[in-house]
């Protein structure tokens, strides 16, 4: 039931019971009025005394009016404020309110969790944004890089094939200074001489030389081909160090290539151009009354000799390395990015060989990629993918430097036998003054 229904049932037999109280309490409440008027006139009367009758009437008036006040602030406030104005219009308008306020707090709450979760959610999809925006910047090789990783990929076993070069040319002139058998040197110096010669008359005499005079002498050919020849038994430069790659493989078996037969050519015309004489077997026997014997000591300087001029060879042998045939995976491209340069391809082709050598390929990846222009304007790059091409130029000029490593540990080996035959010298000059030292007059 509402409030308004228990009110109008509860009204009416409330208004009759304050009636009835009413009627039964006022002459007891004269009575005491007239008592307390007769103390106060009169403080020896005993008995009631009669007042005038307005009196009276006043007395009653007073009363009446204070008990109807009274009970009219009294129904006033259960009716009207308890009942009438608190219940059924006060209290229900301030549980409406209250209401409506948990509601619209709520309601704003909710708003300010949507617009929260939205700013999350934005400026989560903001950071996905931006690490994708970087990894495509980051992750996004530029074509530069993969034009070095593509030069350099066959360099490694390019580097192998002349260091293996590098041995079997040590190895052969080894073995001529030594003269084993199945080489022009078997036989020591005249055998040498007569091969060599053989092969100046045949390959490598130009007729033009001693004044236009050598055609009694010279057997060579005249063709183009045969001209291109001429004189690269002794020319260092032309043989070797112009071209970047020597079509040379000392690891195939067969005959051997034109350029081969240079090298070797040269390397004996450099280094041991008289080979030592070949000691009787017979002289190199051991005498059970002698520790060593002369033959066997000369054996042995010889062999120091031979060990000093590998040294020296060394050099020629390692530059020759870098020169040889290496691999042929990069050569397509290195063609193609000398074609870019201005080189004709044909030329290029030729310049570069059918399989790059270790020079070669060092010399596109050191020099000549920085020739062109497009590596600086295409600097102007992504910062991950520029910082991506100094790491790569770094590499590289790590590699350079070993190689001028190598270099140097050569020139001091070069240095040290130059010191170490002065001073072979000063001890020669040394022994002979101890030799001519006159002890018997002592």
């Given at each position: 039931m509402s409030l308004s229904k228990i009110n109008k049932i509860l009204k009416k037999p409330i208004l009759t019971i304050l009636f009835v109280i009413f009627l039964c309490t006022?002459?007891?409440?004269?009575?005491?009025?007239?008592?307390?008027?007769?103390?106060?006139?009169?403080?020896?009367?005993?008995?009631d005394v009669l007042l005038p009758d307005d009196i009276t009437m006043w007395i009653e008036n007073w009363i009446n009016i204070n008990l109807h006040i009274f009970i009219q602030l009294t129904l006033h406030r259960i009716f009207f404020f308890d009942w009438e104005f608190w219940q059924q219009n006060l209290l229900p308008a301030m549980?409406?309110?209250?209401?409506?306020?948990?509601?619209?707090?709520?309601?704003?709450?909710?708003?300010?969790?949507?617009?929260?979760?939205?700013?999350?959610?934005?400026?989560?999809?903001?950071?996905?944004?931006?690490?994708?925006?970087?990894?495509?910047?980051?992750?996004h090789p530029s074509i530069e890089m993969c034009e070095v990783g593509t030069r350099i990929k066959s360099l490694a076993s390019s580097e192998r094939m002349g260091e293996l070069a590098t041995l079997i040319l040590s190895q052969r002139a080894q073995d001529r200074a030594f003269g084993?058998?199945?080489?022009?040197?078997?036989?020591?110096?005249?055998?040498?001489?007569?091969?060599?010669?053989?092969?100046?008359?045949?390959?490598?005499?130009?007729?033009?030389?001693?004044?236009?005079?050598?055609?009694?002498?010279?057997?060579?050919?005249?063709?183009?081909?045969?001209?291109?020849?001429?004189?690269?038994?002794?020319?260092?430069?032309?043989?070797?160090?112009?071209?970047?790659?020597?079509?040379?493989?000392?690891?195939?078996?067969?005959?051997?290539?034109?350029?081969?037969?240079?090298?070797?050519?040269?390397?004996?015309?450099?280094?041991?151009?008289?080979?030592?004489?070949?000691?009787?077997?017979?002289?190199?026997?051991?005498?059970?009354?002698?520790?060593?014997?002369?033959?066997?000591?000369?054996?042995?300087?010889?062999?120091?000799?031979?060990?000093?001029?590998?040294?020296?060879?060394?050099s020629f042998n390692a530059i020759v390395g870098m020169k040889v045939e290496g691999t042929a995976g990069s050569r397509t491209f290195m063609e193609a990015f000398l074609q870019q340069l201005g080189v004709p391809a044909a030329e290029a082709t030729a310049l570069l060989g059918n399989n790059p050598s270790y020079e070669a390929q060092m010399e596109i990846l050191t020099k000549k990629a920085y020739q062109d222009p497009r590596f600086y304007t295409n600097l102007y790059d992504k910062p991950a993918n520029v910082e991506r091409k100094g790491a790569a130029m770094q590499a590289i000029g790590l590699i350079q430097k070993f190689d001028m490593l190598k270099s140097y540990l050569r020139t001091e080996a070069s240095l040290s036998i130059l010191l170490e035959l002065a001073v072979d010298e000063l001890q020669s000059e040394i022994e002979d003054a101890i030799d001519t030292v006159d002890t018997s007059k002592q």
């Open positions: 006022a002459p007891f409440t004269v009575k005491r009025a007239e008592a307390v008027i007769c103390c106060v006139s009169c403080c020896s009367c005993l008995t549980m409406a309110m209250a209401e409506q306020l948990s509601a619209v707090a709520m309601q704003q709450m909710t708003i300010i969790g949507t617009f929260l979760d939205a700013q999350e959610q934005l400026e989560t999809q903001r950071l996905f944004q931006q690490l994708m925006a970087r990894a495509h910047k980051d992750y084993n058998s199945n080489v022009a040197a078997f036989g020591g110096d005249r055998t040498d001489m007569v091969n060599r010669v053989e092969q100046f008359r045949s390959v490598f005499c130009d007729r033009r030389d001693n004044n236009d005079s050598l055609d009694l002498l010279c057997t060579s050919p005249t063709t183009a081909a045969g001209r291109e020849r001429y004189n690269k038994d002794i020319d260092f430069p032309r043989t070797i160090m112009h071209p970047f790659t020597v079509t040379a493989n000392f690891t195939n078996a067969g005959p051997a290539t034109p350029q081969e037969e240079e090298i070797v050519a040269l390397a004996s015309n450099l280094y041991g151009y008289e080979t030592f004489f070949r000691p009787d077997p017979q002289a190199l026997a051991n005498e059970p009354a002698r520790q060593v014997t002369g033959a066997q000591q000369a054996y042995i300087d010889m062999r120091a000799r031979v060990a000093q001029m590998s040294v020296a060879e060394n």
